[in-house]
Structure formats: structure tokens, C-alpha cells
């Protein structure tokens, strides 16, 4: 079935370090592709979307491309601050498009 | 801003007990979902409802859980009797409508988090 396949963290970066979290899926049609944040003690918030191929989401100084052809969705900020310290999950649409699968999520921690 | 309300935040319980969570959309929005994220993975999708009625519970433990959204509004889920193994955070979501084909943004809630001992 489809799926989601993010990189394990934590991951621990320096304040103003260029961060890159991959993310890569299985699909079997053309799903959307999702990136959402969780803040400690919140809810998922959607970061940023591309809804087809070489399609860029960006939100935030965040950026993804939709690359069909590694099946992949990495995510990348050129500069991180301490605000930017959560949990992020790539996610996409199933192949009915009815609903989405999350990955495992990816702890990032930004150090001031 | 419009947010998705879940309470209580955080429960605990003994295993065998009833417990039940409530989740109240963004106004409008026609489609609610709810979700469960065991600590450390993604939120699996638990139901789906699109007004009333339910477009999704494959993945509901219907032995146990049961979920229902009466007037297309809010909606209330159930666990009876709990299991140790019912620990996660269950995250109630909305999006305004829901066609098929189509994936509309979700809005999540802040999630209620379930200690089963």
C-alpha cells in the first residue's frame, strides 16, 4: 500500500544552519504530497503542499519539490531558528485521494 | 482564527473503564476525522465523516471504539472498555468538504492524550 518514509531524528542544529529533513513515499497513483508541523502541546498545522510533479510548496522559509522521479519530498530551510523546533511529518494522499498517510515524524531541535 | 476544540486535553484511566473524548469542528466545515498517534509515529486516520454520516472507519476497532457525529456537528468518540494498549494522543481534524478525489486541507485540534494503567 502506499506510504511514507521520513528520516528518524533527532535532529540537532545550530541556530541559522541549513536544515534538510528527506522524505520519500510509495504510491501507486499521484498523490498529494504534505508537509505538517507539531508544536509541543499542539495540533498538526499544514507547513506546506505540492499537488503534482516538480510542483515547490513553500511556507515560512520552508520549501519542498514534488520529485516524481525519486519519489521524493525532502523538506529544507536555509536558515533555522529556535522557533522552528518541533515535530514534522510528510504525509500524502492515499490512492483514492480519500484520505492522508502520515510518516513517523521527525524531531527537530535548533540550539541557540 | 477558527479552531478545532477537543476535551479533555488529557485523561487517565484504568484499564476496562469507559472513556470518551468530544471534538468540535470549525464552524462550516463538513468533514471531521479522527485520528490516533501512538507516541512516536504518525496519527493513523481511526473514522471519517462527512456531515453525519460515516465515509470511513476502516481502521476503527469497532469491538471497542465507536464513533458519532449525530447532528453533523461536533462528534464524540468512545473507547469501552479501555486497554493499556489504547495509550496515544487522539487528534480530532476538519476540512470543509470532502469530494471524492480530492484532498482538502485538514485542521487539527490540540489532541487528547490517554493514559490507559
Known amino acids: 500500500g502506499d506510504s511514507v518514509t521520513q528520516m528518524e531524528g533527532p535532529v540537532t542544529l545550530s541556530e541559522e544552519a541549513f536544515l534538510t529533513i528527506n522524505c520519500t513515499y510509495t504510491?501507486?497513483?499521484?498523490?498529494?504530497l504534505f508537509w505538517y508541523v507539531q508544536y509541543p502541546g499542539e495540533g498538526l498545522q499544514l507547513l506546506l503542499k505540492a499537488t503534482k510533479a516538480d510542483d515547490k510548496g513553500s511556507n515560512k522559509g520552508f520549501e519542498a519539490t514534488y520529485r516524481k522521479e525519486t519519489t521524493s519530498f525532502h523538506l529544507e530551510k536555509g536558515s533555522v531558528q529556535v522557533s522552528d523546533s518541533a515535530v514534522y511529518f510528510c504525509?500524502?494522499?492515499?490512492?483514492?485521494?480519500?484520505?492522508?498517510?502520515f510518516g513517523s515524524g521527525t524531531r527537530l531541535s535548533i540550539r541557540p | 482564527e477558527a479552531e478545532v476544540a477537543q476535551s479533555p486535553r488529557y485523561k487517565i484511566t484504568e484499564k476496562s473503564q469507559a472513556v470518551a473524548f468530544w471534538c468540535d469542528p470549525i464552524s462550516g466545515h463538513a468533514t471531521l476525522y479522527w485520528y490516533r498517534q501512538i507516541l512516536g509515529q504518525g496519527p493513523e486516520l481511526l473514522v471519517q465523516?462527512?456531515?453525519?454520516?460515516?465515509?470511513?472507519d476502516s481502521q476503527l476497532p469497532k469491538d471497542r471504539f465507536s464513533a458519532e457525529r449525530l447532528k453533523g456537528v461536533d462528534s464524540t468518540l468512545k473507547i469501552q472498555p479501555a486497554e493499556l494498549g489504547d495509550s496515544a494522543m487522539y487528534l480530532c481534524?476538519?476540512?470543509?468538504?470532502?469530494?471524492?478525489?480530492?484532498?482538502?486541507?485538514?485542521?487539527f485540534g490540540p489532541g487528547t492524550r490517554l493514559t490507559v494503567l
Open positions: 465523516f462527512q456531515d453525519e454520516s460515516v465515509v470511513d
Open positions: 481534524a476538519s476540512s470543509p468538504r470532502w469530494l471524492a478525489g480530492e484532498t482538502d486541507t485538514q485542521y
Open positions: 504525509a500524502l494522499t492515499d490512492s483514492s485521494a480519500s484520505k492522508i498517510i
Open positions: 504510491a501507486t497513483g499521484y498523490p498529494s
